[in-house]
Nanobody
């Protein structure tokens, strides 16, 4: 049974940090590209970051470059998103998804998603 479970969200002050986790079961993350997306009310889903299968190459949206870091712990079968210098515009529900067709750099086609975790950045 394939499952992705996000956790680690919460309420933080601007400039604060959070680490989100995407715990996978039913498959091995090493063999799949995993992406992080976010969606705020009234806005379309936005791709945030992605980590490639095998070699673990990383990709970031321009809006988060230099602030967010995606990583993978193969032993824990978990992908993380470290978020620093958070801004109010980062407020959204964050989702992780498995890329079934394509890769981080082309034809990103997702077949499974988690339930999402809420991140709120506010003073």
């Amino acid at each position: 049974q394939v499952q992705l479970v996000e956790s680690g969200g919460g309420l933080v002050q601007p400039g604060g940090s959070l680490r989100l986790s995407c715990a996978a079961s039913g498959f091995t993350v090493y063999y799949y590209a995993i992406g992080w997306f976010r969606q705020a009310p009234g806005k379309e889903r936005e791709g945030v970051s992605c980590i490639s299968s095998s070699d673990g190459s990383t990709y970031y949206a321009d809006s988060v470059k230099g602030r967010f870091t995606i990583s993978r712990d193969n032993a824990k079968n978990t992908v993380y998103l470290e978020m620093n210098s958070l801004k109010p515009e980062d407020t959204a529900v964050y989702y992780c998804g498995r890329i079934h067709i394509g890769a981080c750099d082309r034809d990103r086609s997702y077949d499974y998603w988690g339930q999402g975790t809420q991140v709120t950045v506010s003073s």
